[in-house]
C-alpha cells in the first residue's frame, strides 16, 4: 500500500492560541498544526467548546452535528458538534448537553472534576470521530487531558470499527499525569480495574490509581516530546517524574522534537502591540541592524512609561512566566534582587503566583525605587509583547522545561535570554562565554544548577556585558535575530514519524 503524500491529521487537544489558551501548548497546536496545513495536508483539530472561547477569533460557525450521544456511567448525554474556522485552520468544538456543565464553567482547566471533565471530552471526540465515519490517517493527542483516546480506541472503538491509521501523543509537560481512581475510566466504557497493572495504566507511585498519562504513552504507536534534551531527561529518575521507567520500555516509540514558533505572528516587524515596529532577519547590514537596536530602544522608553519605571538608560530585564514551581520562582525572586542591588530595572509579568512568592515581592517592591521594579499579575498580551521587544535580558531560570517558548520569541525580537540549562533552554541558548558551540551559534548566558550562586553568575556576567562590552552584546543580539525558530525544523520531523508509523508492518 502506498504512503499517503497528503494525510489527514486531527488533533484532539484542549487548548489552541487566540481561541483557548492557557499556556504554551496552545501556541504548539496553533503552530504545528498551521505548518502542517501550509505543507498541504488536511488537518481538523477537535476541542471543547468552552464558555471562555475567543468568539471573535472564530469564523464560519455553524453546526456540524445536533444528536450526538454519549454514554457516561449508566446516562447518555447529548452533545452538540459545531464546526468553525480559526485563521484557516478547520475546528470541531464538542458542546455537551450535561447537568455537570463540564465546559461552561469560565475556565479551562482547575476545576475539581478535571478527569470527568476530558474523560467525558476523550470519549465524546472518539464516538464523533466514529459516528462521521472520520478516518484519519492520525490523530494526533496532547497530554493527560486527550491520552485516554489512545486506550479508548484501541480497546473499544476499533472493535466497533472505527479506524485510524496511527496514534501519537505529544507529552507537552511530563508533571501533570492525569491520576485518578479506575472508577472514572468505568463511566466512560473501560474496564477499570483492568488497568491497574503495571504494563497498563497503573499509577507507579500509587497503585490504586490509574494514570491517564501513562496510559497515553503505553497504547499510543508513536510517542513524542517537545525537545531532544528533555527526552533524554525525562528516561531518567530525576527527570521523569516516576514514568521514567514505561518510557524507557517504550524507548523505540519514543522522541524528542524540538518546538517551534509561530514567526508571524511573533515578528517585530509587523506586530501591532509596538511602539515602533522594526525589521528582522538573520544577515542584517550595519544599517539595518541601527535600526533594529533603535527599534527596541524606542520600545524600551514606551515600557518604561507604561510601567512606572525611569527611562535612564539602565539595563532592563524581563520575565513571563507562570510562578508555578517548575519555573522556579525563588530563582525568579533572585534574579530581581540582584537585578536591583546592581542599579538595573525589571520587569515581571507572571500568573498563579503563591503567597510565599507574593510575600517576597512585596518585600522587593518596598526596599528598592519604584523606578527600578514593575510587577504585573494580569493578563496583558501588549504587556507581554511590549516585553519582549523592550527588554536588554529575558530571564527563564526553570527548574525543568519541556521546551520553552518565551526564550525562542525573546530572541525573535533581540532580547538576549539568561536560563538555566536545563530541556529545550539547552536546545536553543548557547552560553556566550562556556558553550561548546561554535561562536555564531552563541547567544545568551546560561548556567547549571538552580541555586543562588548560579543565577548571579549568569546574570552579572550579562549585566557586564551590556553595560561595558557593546561590540560583543551587538554579536549576542545578532546571533539571537539569526537563529531560525519557526516551525520549519519541526514539521517534517513529525511528518516523518507520521509516515514512519503509517508503512505496512
Known sequence: MALPERMHIIHIATELAQVAKVGGLGDVIYGLSKAQVKEGHRVEIILPKYDCIQWNHLNNLTVAHRDL??????????????????????????????????????????????????????????????????????????????????????????????????????????????????????????????????????????????????????????????????????????????????????????????????????????????????????????????????????????????????????TLLGSITRLVSQKGPKLILQAIERTLEKGGQYILLGSQPEEEVMKALATLKKTYPKSQLSLNFEQDEELAHLIYAGAHLFVIPSLFEPCGLTQMIAMRYGSIPIVRKTGGLADTVFDIDTSDAPLSERNGFSFDFPDREGVHWALDRALTCQETDPQKWHLLIRHALAHDFSWKQATPQYLSLYQELLKPA
Not at 194 to 201: A, Q, V
Request: hydrophobic fraction near 35%; proline fraction near 5%; aromatic fraction near 12%.
Open 69 to 314: 450521544w454519549v454514554a457516561e456511567g449508566s446516562q447518555r448525554f447529548n452533545n452538540t458538534i459545531w464546526k468553525a474556522t480559526h485563521d484557516n485552520l478547520s475546528l470541531f468544538l464538542i458542546d455537551p448537553h450535561h447537568p455537570h456543565y463540564y465546559f461552561t464553567r469560565g475556565i479551562i482547566y482547575g476545576a475539581h472534576d478535571d478527569i470527568d471533565r476530558f474523560a467525558y471530552f476523550s470519549k465524546a471526540a472518539c464516538e464523533f470521530l466514529f459516528q462521521m465515519q472520520l478516518r484519519p490517517h492520525i490523530l494526533h493527542l496532547h497530554d493527560w487531558p486527550t491520552s485516554l483516546v489512545a486506550p479508548l480506541y484501541k480497546d473499544l472503538y476499533s472493535k466497533e470499527g472505527m479506524r485510524a491509521g496511527a496514534l501519537v501523543l505529544t507529552i507537552h509537560n511530563l508533571q501533570y499525569q492525569g491520576k485518578s481512581s479506575p472508577f472514572h475510566l468505568s463511566r466512560i466504557g473501560l474496564n477499570g480495574s483492568h488497568y491497574l497493572h503495571p504494563e497498563r495504566m497503573q499509577d507507579p507511585f500509587q497503585p490504586l490509581l490509574v494514570n491517564l498519562l501513562k496510559g497515553g504513552i503505553v497504547y499510543a504507536d508513536g510517542v513524542t516530546t517537545v525537545s531532544p534534551t528533555f527526552e533524554k531527561e525525562s528516561k531518567t529518575p530525576l527527570g521523569g517524574f516516576g514514568l521514567h521507567e514505561i518510557l524507557c520500555k517504550h524507548k523505540n516509540k519514543f522522541r524528542g522534537i524540538l518546538n517551534g514558533i509561530d514567526e508571524n505572528f511573533w515578528n517585530p516587524q509587523t506586530d501591532p502591540y509596538l511602539k515602533k515596529n522594526y525589521a528582522v532577519s538573520s544577515s542584517l547590514s550595519d544599517k539595518e541592524f541601527a535600526a533594529v537596536l533603535a527599534g527596541k530602544e524606542e520600545n524600551r522608553k514606551e515600557l518604561c512609561k507604561r510601567c512606572s519605571l525611569s527611562h535612564q538608560k539602565k
